[in-house]
T-cell receptor, first 114, second 115 residues
Framework: GQQLNQSPQSMFIQEGEDVSMNCTSSSIFNTWLWYKQDPGEGPVLLIALYKAGELTSNGRLTAQFGITRKDSFLNISASIPSDVGIYFCAGTTYSGAGSYQLTFGKGTKLSVIP | NAGVTQTPKFRILKIGQSMTLQCTQD?????MYWYRQDPGMGLKLIYYSVGAGITDKGEVPNGYNVSRSTTEDFPLRLELAAPSQTSVYFC??????????????FGNGTRLTVT
């Protein structure tokens, strides 16, 4: 099946710094999604990207769907303590008969030092 | 609006025991999913359902069973628990839509330890 390579695996940053993480694959994806998981909770969707080259913002978050459809990045500007958590990228591919397959990256664990 | 509710939150099982992880959603979503999350490994799909009475295997179905008798409920059954099934289990749902334009709604997870 498809694999997503998400990096970095973890990062420690100072409050106020900008953060960048990305996902790459050898496969082409129809959709790229970015989720955040707070400790003890399930993942929550942050941004969904539907077209190659698309650049979408959600507050301090910006994500882009790579032009080759094989990669995506997520940037967080001016980080704050509540940005702490695990960020997952996910991509969808069409698997035929009207169904889609969703593949998750392994996550980037973000720690913010006040 | 409760969303996706999973019970229990935590459970410890002995090897060979069985249990059912409960999942219910009140959003009238057609699609429901069970994932397991192992440290540093992301989320792996166990089983999914596109509607009441219809279930299908995901990436890692061995050792699990599911049923979908109603739109609201999608329980996950472990018949003979093994240490390899120690994980955090997430149930998710989404409304019917084109691909994943409709995002997944996750429950808060069940942390299972098998010893």
């Amino acid at each position: 099946g498809q694999q997503l390579n998400q990096s970095p695996q973890s990062m420690f940053i100072q409050e106020g710094e900008d953060v960048s993480m990305n996902c790459t694959s050898s496969s082409i994806f129809n959709t790229w999604l970015w989720y955040k998981q707070d400790p003890g909770e399930g993942p929550v969707l942050l941004i969904a990207l539907y077209k190659a080259g698309e650049l979408t913002s959600n507050g301090r978050l910006t994500a882009q769907f790579g032009i080759t459809r094989k990669d995506s990045f997520l940037n967080i500007s001016a980080s704050i303590p509540s940005d702490v958590g695990i960020y997952f990228c996910a991509g969808t591919t069409y698997s035929g008969a009207g169904s889609y397959q969703l593949t998750f990256g392994k996550g980037t664990k973000l720690s913010v030092i006040p | 609006n409760a969303g996706v509710t999973q019970t229990p939150k935590f459970r410890i099982l002995k090897i060979g025991q069985s249990m059912t992880l409960q999942c219910t959603q009140d959003m009238n979503h057609n699609y429901m999913y069970w994932y397991r999350q192992d440290p540093g490994m992301g989320l792996k799909l166990i089983y999914y359902s596109v509607g009441a009475g219809i279930t299908d295997k995901g990436e890692v179905p061995n050792g699990y069973n599911v049923s979908r008798s109603t739109t609201e409920d999608f329980p996950l059954r472990l018949e003979l628990a093994a240490p390899s099934q120690t994980s955090v289990y997430f149930c998710a749902s989404r409304p019917q839509g084109e691909g994943f334009n409709s995002p997944l709604h996750f429950g808060n997870g069940t942390r299972l330890t098998v010893t």
